[in-house]
């Protein structure tokens, strides 16, 4: 709740204590004199909040000084519920002596300013006063995150004890940090850290590939050379065109215009940027139905969907085709592909390139171990091998993107 840079006393609890306390008044004139100003206090801009029409507890809050020592926050709130007073939030600090409380109204603060001061607890005498709403949470942090980077210097906030504060903040900021996580870290260092997961990751992928596929280690040996260590290039990460809101919508008609976990294409040998058919699994039947209409309104017409589990659908469609170059498109869920899904992949030889849509590249790692591992009893079929990669963002403000992997079958006999 309260900050201890709002609030200088927090800063000598042991002066604090042997203070004599004013009886309530005008909470500016109190603050200026207990509180004291700093620079923060004096801008404006960090309390614009307490003007704006949503509710904050912060304009109702009252200091208790004096109280027991290690007094625990379960047992100040049972101590003012014995006394018929319900506060909103309450912070303890300084070996617990003394707390924030803020209550929902004016009147609640009153009651408790009234029914507390002066009343004894254990052997302390209470006393309460108004205490200064803290600034801006998002603005304070800004304006720290401005000075560390002026400084070099990371400032973190500490009580006498040595302990670091935690700080409680309001519940949109609360929600802001679960929600969209980097919200306050710019944009192009978003999505410098998105590209460095994704870097990680096929990093990874190069070690694993090494120990899983002996028979791949002159070409890894390469890859890794020239490409920062990574099992195949990395393509600049796409940036989303807009960095607020939710845009999946917005983002999906650049990248993908059917609705489905796979897709299986027939490119055409004359011209192979034309696909001459596409085949839709996806096990939601409203999907299947959004895709049909994604494609009608795409003017495509050689497109069939089938409606259903994917391991249990793959095989049989997979097997039945007969052209010598497929490539399938896969976009599945977080957990990944079924390893029956895998296992016919890597058995359907016809089958040369595999482009893996993941949407968490971590969680993927095990699928694209599968894929290029070395074929033996259980794993049927020449191994793929990683050619390329990109990430794009797709969720601006969170951590989330998502990973193309762009897989061919290893071609033994030509010795590539
Ligand atoms: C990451 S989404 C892909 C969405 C789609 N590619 C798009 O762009 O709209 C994963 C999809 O896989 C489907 N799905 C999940 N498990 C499946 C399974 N076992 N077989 C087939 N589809 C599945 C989900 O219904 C979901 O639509």
Redesign the pocket.
Known sequence: MADVSDSPVVDTPASMEEKPVDAPQDSNKDEGKAEGENEESLDPEMYRYIKEDLFTSEIYKVEIRNLPKFTGFNDLKKFLAKHGLNPHKIKLFGKQTFAFVTFKNEEERDKAMKMVHGMQWKSQVLSVRLAKPKADPILRKRKQEEEEGASGQPSSKRTEGGEEEEEEEPLSVQIANVVTPLWNVPYEEQLKRKEQEVVGVLQRLAKEIGSTNKALLPWLFAQKGKYNRMCCSLEAIRPSPVQVGLHVGAH?KYY?YV????EISRIDPKTPSRVKKVIG????QE?VEDAKVNAKLNGLSNIEFHC????DVFPNILNALVSPNLTAIV???RAGL?SKVILAIRRAEHLKRLVY?A?NAKAAMNNFIDLCRAPSKRVHGAAFRPVRAMAVDLFPQTMHLEMLLLLERVDYDSKQ
Do not use: R
């Open positions: 999906l993908t609705t489905c976990s796979i699994i996806e096990m939601c999907a259903g589990k994917a391991e976009d599945p869920p079924h849509v949407c």
